[in-house]
């Protein structure tokens, strides 16, 4: 008998474990992101000059949300607001009024489809 209640203690204790994993992964998915540079040129008309710019900002956001995925979850919040606050000053002073009102809705349905808004 008192194997049985070993047993299941630890089948009980593995299986949370093994969701508690699974939250991780979804966590790190969803602030993955990474886009692919050509189409975002293409939707928001960008020039050569703008074209390394914005591919520079983009790629310093992602790993700021990288890390913020890696954060505490008391952390997270935190770290995606001021990710998301330091992209989106770069963008303005990089796109002109069309491409950045462009380039927030992009974003911010991005956001909204992954959850994070």
Do not use: P, W
């Not at 960008?46 to 505490?72: G, I, K, P, W």
């Not at 989106?88 to 009024?97: A, E």
Request: with cysteine; glycine share 2%.
């Amino acid at each position: 008998m008192k194997k049985m209640i070993l047993v299941a203690v630890a089948m009980l204790s593995m299986s949370t474990a093994f969701a508690g994993n699974e939250d991780v992964k979804a966590v790190r998915k969803a602030y993955n992101m990474t886009v692919n540079y050509s189409r975002l040129a293409k939707a928001l008309n960008l020039t050569s000059d703008q074209y390394d710019v914005v591919e520079y900002v983009h790629s310093n956001f992602c790993n700021e949300m990288r890390r913020a995925s890696y954060a505490s979850s008391e952390k997270r919040q935190e770290r995606f607001d001021r990710a998301l606050r330091k992209d989106l000053g770069s963008m303005r002073s990089v796109l002109n009024r069309n491409q950045y009102r462009t380039y927030v809705m992009l974003l911010n349905a991005t956001l909204v489809n992954r959850g994070l808004k």
